[in-house]
């Protein structure tokens, strides 16, 4: 096995040593002598289909720009390979790590350590710019100039009992050789933008989404069906509902049937008395311009602003609602189940602003409210023990402005939103105070009906900060006029000169530099596509500037609370797997919150080890300590 050129191993136990131009022969016992040295390793599998639950993986390369080992997994056992894998001390280079992982642990039940995956890298150096392609294709073209043929790809279906041909072979080695090379190219690009620590966190963090996507989540499809049900029979409800309440209204004539002639074969779309569609946003925008003539669209923002006004559109809004959760957790839903009869979603590890989303199915859209989470439910004898950040974006706020009102409410457990409320208001907050208030006796949140309004108010603006809201937004959501708005928020930054003053230097950092930072120690870079020297110049450019200014922002805020929950997975993981005692699984991480499941008998001292481990990783970005963890232990997936 010669070290001087590019070289292809077949590995599949044959005792027929056929002479190739394409490759040579070489047994496990020489995959493991050549690569038990190296300090870092190409890998990569080919699989039967994307489910690893059910899809078997038939290939498997490792090597590097001198040897590629191509393994029949058909025929030949990779446990020898298991030390290698599971190693700290090689590097592991992949494309789409999250993916091999779950095959590997499925089929051959060996987990892989210290992973570096080109996929995710590529991502972290372009986070924000756009048109880039992430395909090993992709980044073989871009950083080697190498032209790869991904035709064959396609092709390792219905292999059973069948040699691998030749193209296959070569197809499977080459998916191995140019890691390194890629990796080469990206180390340089990781240094310049100085994105070594974010870029490790990512490549480490990784392995904690796969094992997530890996373990899924238990789902009782009858209590689902039930909730299905009972959503189905709500929504015929509210349509029925929408009827009559529409034909109670005289202004609404034109909307009603003049006549109706039934018998036994008429459809009964055609009895019912009123001729519009709910479903159709036309029709049900021609029905609400009776009330409202301006009205453009009936999306959610324009109903949710008028629902309280008119019943018919409250009602309508109701109807959407249920209809919502119908399409989203109906039948469609429970075609996600896999062949173990779980739940296992897809995460997209990094977004713009480095938070995570999931789809296939999207776990993070069910509310935490909603009864449809508790149809997720742990094994025999295990609970669900969940932690999440206490107000984990106003820390994060708090930090970085420095405010001290805040960082003094939070330090003294006060309630923030009523605290800034109070200074907001200021004379309108004291005489709004009812007798016995909470917030004057202990600044706890109340329960006075003006203070409540008030909080609401000051809260929408709090949350509003880590996404960039602004005066328009803000008027929807209070359903308030653009002027009181627009006071309200120049009210609420003359009370909070440092967060005012914090958010500016965001703002004024992306329109100057074209691309923000997250907080220290990982430093992620987001770059602004739309963002050109000078830009500030150019007058015809307020719409670029505003988006940049926004994304600028928030993306400091965000990133920093993907960061920290991302660690806190490190950490977790890393517990599991140095305590051989630990009966714990992690199942799902939604935003600012965890998912495990541990044996019952475990709970007690998993409590206080998961709750030290979020605080733990918080303290890496939030250093002042301020920022806690909450546990919560239950029998099935809650808030």
Request: charged share 25%; with cysteine; glycine share 4%.
């Amino acid at each position: 096995m010669g070290q001087d050129t590019s070289n292809i191993y077949l590995v599949d136990n044959s005792d027929v040593y056929i002479t190739s131009p394409h490759y040579k022969r070489a047994t496990i016992d020489d995959v493991v002598k050549y690569c038990k040295d190296k300090q870092r390793l190409g890998v990569d599998t080919e699989t039967e289909g994307f489910d690893f639950t059910c899809k078997k993986m038939i290939m498997f390369q490792i090597g590097d720009e001198h040897a590629q080992f191509v393994i029949d997994t058909r025929i030949v056992s990779i446990e020898p390979l298991r030390a290698l894998l599971e190693s700290r001390d090689i590097i592991k280079i992949f494309h789409n790590a999250k993916f091999d992982y779950k095959f590997i642990k499925k089929w051959a039940d060996i987990t892989c350590e210290r992973v570096y995956d080109t996929f995710l890298t590529e991502r972290v150096i372009n986070c924000g710019k756009a048109n880039v392609r992430y395909g090993l294709k992709d980044v073989c073209k871009k950083y080697l100039n190498v032209e790869l043929n991904k035709d064959v790809r396609n092709q390792f279906t219905g292999l059973t009992g069948q040699p691998y041909r030749n193209d296959q072979i070569v197809y499977g080695a080459k998916d191995v050789l140019y890691l390194l090379g890629v990796m080469d190219k990206q180390l340089p690009l990781i240094d310049q933008h100085k994105l070594n620590e974010v870029v490790e966190l990512e490549n480490t963090a990784v392995l904690a989404f796969a094992d997530i996507e890996y373990n899924g989540l238990e789902l009782d499809t009858e209590k689902w069906k039930l909730l299905e049900n009972a959503n189905t029979l709500k929504a015929d409800e509210l349509l029925i509902n929408l009827d009559q309440t529409l034909t109670e209204d005289t202004r609404l004539k034109r909307f009603i049937h003049k006549y109706i002639q039934s018998d036994m074969f008429t459809p009964v779309e055609e009895l019912r008395k009123v001729t519009v569609k709910w479903t159709s946003p036309i029709q049900v925008l021609e029905v609400f311009k009776t009330f409202i003539p301006k009205l453009e669209n009936v999306n959610g923002k324009e109903m949710y602003k008028y629902r309280y006004k008119y019943e018919l559109i409250n009602t309508y809004v109701q109807y959407k609602e249920a209809m919502k959760l119908y399409t989203s957790y109906g039948d469609a839903f429970l075609k996600n189940l896999k062949a173990d009869h779980k739940i296992h979603t897809n995460f997209h590890q990094i977004l713009d602003t480095g938070r995570v989303s999931s789809s296939k199915p999207n776990m993070q859209q069910i509310p935490a409210d909603n009864k449809f989470r508790n149809c997720f439910t742990a094994p025999q004898g295990w609970s669900f023990v969940s932690a999440d950040y206490s107000s984990q974006e106003l820390n994060v706020i708090a930090y970085g402005s420095k405010d001290p009102v805040w960082i003094n409410a939070l330090m003294n457990n006060e309630d923030l939103h009523s605290k800034c409320a109070e200074l907001v208001y200021g004379d309108q907050w004291l005489d709004s105070a009812e007798d016995n208030c909470t917030y004057i006796k202990s600044k706890q949140k109340c329960k006075c009906n003006q203070h409540k309004k008030l909080r609401t108010n000051v809260k929408t603006i709090n949350f509003g900060l880590a996404y960039g809201m602004g005066p328009n937004k803000l008027a929807d959501t209070l359903d308030i006029n653009i002027d009181s708005s627009k006071q309200l928020i120049e009210d609420y930054f003359e009370a909070f000169p440092a967060i005012k003053g914090f958010l500016e230097k965001l703002g004024n950092y992306g329109k100057k530099y074209g691309y923000i930072k997250t907080f220290p120690p990982y430093n992620r870079k987001r770059w602004f596509t739309n963002w050109y020297p000078r830009i500030w110049d150019n007058k015809s450019s307020t719409m670029e500037l505003g988006s940049i200014e926004r994304a600028s922002k928030n993306t400091p805020i965000q990133g920093a609370s993907a960061d920290m929950i991302k660690k806190a997975l490190i950490l977790i993981r890393d517990y599991i797997g140095t305590h051989d005692d630990a009966p714990v699984k992690i199942v799902m991480t939604v935003h600012d919150q965890i998912d495990t499941i541990c044996k019952n008998e475990y709970i007690p001292h998993w409590e206080r080890a998961i709750k030290s481990l979020m605080e733990e990783a918080a303290l890496e970005i939030v250093t002042n300590g301020l920022l806690k963890a909450e546990v919560t232990v239950s029998d099935c997936w809650e808030k």
